[in-house]
């Protein structure tokens, strides 16, 4: 994705509408391929290469869960449901007409539609129509010979490719919450709200010097610098192109995030510390001991970093738990939660957060094509403390230690389970936060 942008709007020709998912359809030549773009903007090119917007389509893990979850479905709605991640995981193939659903014979997938959320997506991007369900609308240009118009966060540029115009809203949030906030297409059940999350969070000030936009931190990030709520996030100067005048600040365009699985499946040992980095500086946790002499510790966790929930996304598939082990003075582990078995899985009390969603039955759902409704709650909102207690069933002596670890893997191993292709591999928990005391 280029960050530099531009002038005169053609007529819009094409929206996703907010109830019934129709579109009206674009020609897939008007599209520019991102290597096109990336002639120019070489930098850019290189930081989108292998990040969770690359690889939306092609993402092995989101590919196998997705189809697994659709395979058996007979409600109309549900099947709806499951047949919609094209839309956002693959968006210029859904507006210009394949894939338009989950089961299409993705093999036969356009290249260009392939690249995922890529560079002329965002930056012919216009309007918004709704803020959900990817409500972008999107006008292009005519093709490699003409361009159009690419719009970005600056007001000054004369690229001899392309027009260029600015665009607040490619500055606001809004943009990057069309996709980001999701909800069940016939049900209406909030699946993802992690614009809505931050939408409600400290960060969404009207104080320009607390204020922190989605791009203030997820496009300031780079190699050795995490970029989160918790950390500085300095500007990164440089040049839009090589030939370009330097600026005060160019948006980086890693899109990591928190995963690490999948850069990892492209040897990308960079975005994969990047995914880690931000994972390591999103929370953070302590020990309380002062009931400790009624046999009960309690552990507080902040979420100090994250502009939204900790987890976020799709967060009945995701795992944050809380690890806590006491040892008593010779070593010797005393009482332990949240350690998972030989099969991976997590033992029952172990203090998870998470959404749990239910059916219209009240019966909690692993799949979200059958959620109607939010059983469970309980992620930790951005800013927010949260303490869990733990009865240890006696009264720890002098010399004991407490550890606790809060630990994140993208994808439970119940999902994962759930999979031919991931069934009984297993996820590495990245270590969030950690904090140790005597008693």
């Known amino acids: 994705m280029i960050s530099v942008m531009a002038a005169a709007i053609l007529p819009v020709t094409s929206h996703v509408t907010a109830e019934s998912g129709m579109h009206e359809k674009i020609d897939l030549e008007r599209f520019i391929l991102h290597e096109t773009c990336i002639e120019c903007h070489e930098q850019t090119g290189a930081q989108w290469e292998n990040s969770m917007h690359n690889l939306a389509h092609e993402d092995p893990v989101y590919n196998s869960i997705a189809h697994t979850l659709r395979k058996g479905l007979k409600n109309a709605g549900e099947i709806k449901e499951a047949e919609s ?58 093709g490699e010979d003409d361009p159009g118009t690419k719009h970005g966060p600056f007001d000054d540029c004369e690229p001899d490719y392309h027009e260029a115009e600015f665009s607040k809203m490619h500055t606001q949030s809004k943009i990057c ?22 939408e409600k969070s400290p960060y969404n000030t009207d104080d320009p010097k607390k204020r ?14 995490p970029a989160t709520g ?118 029952k009390g172990t203090a998870v957060f998470r959404t749990v969603f239910a059916d219209g039955n009240g019966n909690q759902v692993i799949n979200i094509a059958k959620a109607k409704k939010i059983m469970e709650d309980t992620r930790i909102k951005a800013g927010q403390t949260v303490m869990r207690e733990f009865s240890l069933g006696f009264v720890p002596g002098k010399g004991y230690s407490v550890s606790a670890r809060l630990l994140y893997t993208g994808i439970s191993q119940q999902v994962l389970n759930l999979t031919e292709k991931y069934k009984n591999k297993y996820m590495p928990a990245i270590e969030m936060a950690k904090a140790s005391t005597g008693i």
């Open 177 to 198: 919450g069309t996709c980001h906030d999701v909800k069940h297409v016939v049900f209406g059940t909030p699946l993802e709200t992690t614009y809505s999350e931050w």
């Open 230 to 347: 918790s950390t500085p996030r300095p500007a990164n100067p440089g040049s839009i192109t090589e030939d370009s005048s330097p600026r005060p600040h160019i948006f980086t365009h890693y899109f990591v995030g928190a995963n690490t699985m999948v850069p990892s499946l492209k040897s990308d040992s960079e975005k994969v510390e990047m995914a880690r980095q931000r994972l390591k500086h999103a929370a953070s946790i302590s020990i309380d001991t002062s009931k400790a002499d009624k046999g009960k510790l309690i552990v507080k966790i902040s979420n100090t970093g994250a502009g939204h929930s900790i987890p976020t996304g799709v967060a009945d598939l995701r795992q944050v738990w809380l690890e806590v082990i006491v040892k008593n003075k010779k070593g010797r582990v005393e009482f332990s939660s949240g350690i998972p078995d030989k099969n991976n899985m997590l033992p």
């Open 212 to 225: 922190i936009t989605c791009q203030g931190c997820h496009m300031f990030q780079r190699p050795g610098i």
């Open 85 to 142: 991640c094209v839309k956002c995981h693959t968006p210029i193939g859904f507006v210009s007409g394949f894939p338009t659903k989950l089961s299409d014979n993705l093999s036969k997938t356009p290249e260009i539609a392939t690249r995922g959320i890529q560079c002329d997506y965002c930056h012919c991007a216009v309007d918004i129509t709704h803020m959900y369900n990817n409500g972008l609308v999107i006008e292009p240009g005519y």
